[in-house]
């Protein structure tokens, strides 16, 4: 994202902040320092609807200011880890961001710099990081499997493999084994099992479930206490089957004693 665009964001932001706080249009256009025409182009893109405020950013989230000072000190040349002990931030977390931006690293802990220019590249840009990271967050997620792009390629390996009577477990741990590179095609045993048993969770065959170990199409708790068998008493008789002499209490020991 240029300057520019980040400037044209954050006038945008500031008119949707007046917006939501209850200021008119001409308001919050003067507010954002721009003018009424302006202000209805974002109206009419919008539907004529306020958006949300942006939701809080979690404390182990990286926040905006804390990329911004990541670009200034990658382009100051810093390493990976040397960022990391400036922001209080595990190495992992600065290289893991560097590379979500496509920013190669030169070996471990090092960061290899890159300027950019008017010529572009591959350089770190922390607003456009920021709002590809917030759209990553974004809820609810569409599952790997019903994921239109790689979801296809992932249903197919998944079925073959079900028809031949394979776990979810051994299917989880056989893609990591088979594509250790490729790790859009990573999925855990519980996103297959949820595929399998709640209709709509991906675009396995709806009868795929009957290859399944169990042969259920509906997921049971395994615990005791989920069966109720703790309330269970093995050979217990109804009182209404109670004996009659128990009744006129002529034995002892059908009354309580006193």
């Known amino acids: 994202m240029s300057r520019r665009k980040h400037e044209q964001w954050l006038r945008q932001e500031k008119f949707w902040e007046g917006a939501r706080a209850g200021l008119t249009w001409t308001a919050a256009c003067e507010a954002a320092g721009v003018d009424r025409a302006q202000g209805y182009r974002w109206r009419r893109a919008r539907g004529g609807r306020i958006p949300p405020a942006p939701r809080e950013v979690s404390g182990r989230l990286l926040s905006l200011e804390e990329r911004l000072r990541i670009a200034d000190l990658h382009l100051a040349g810093q390493s990976v880890r040397a960022i990391g002990r400036a922001l209080g931030r595990a190495p992992s977390t600065i290289s893991r961001e560097l590379t979500h931006a496509g920013v190669p690293t ?98 396995l065959r709806t009868d795929l479930h009957k290859q399944l170990r169990s042969g259920r199409a509906q997921r049971r708790p395994n615990t005791a206490a989920a069966q109720g068998s703790w309330s269970k008493i093995p050979g217990a008789i109804s009182i209404s089957e109670r004996p009659p002499e128990a009744a006129d209490r002529a034995v002892p020991g059908h009354w309580e004693s006193q």
């Open 106 to 203: 030169a070996g471990p802990g090092r960061a290899r710099p890159h300027r950019g220019g008017a010529g572009g590249g591959a350089g770190y840009e922390p607003y456009t990081a920021h709002h590809n990271a917030a759209a990553r967050a974004k809820r609810p997620k569409t599952m790997k499997l019903g994921d239109p792009v790689i979801g296809a390629e992932l249903s197919a390996y998944v079925s073959e493999k079900m028809d031949l009577r394979w776990s979810p477990e051994q299917i989880s741990s056989t893609l990591r084994e088979t594509y250790p590179e490729r790790q859009e095609l990573r999925v855990s045993p519980e996103t297959i099992y949820q595929s399998l048993c709640v209709q709509g969770r991906g675009h």
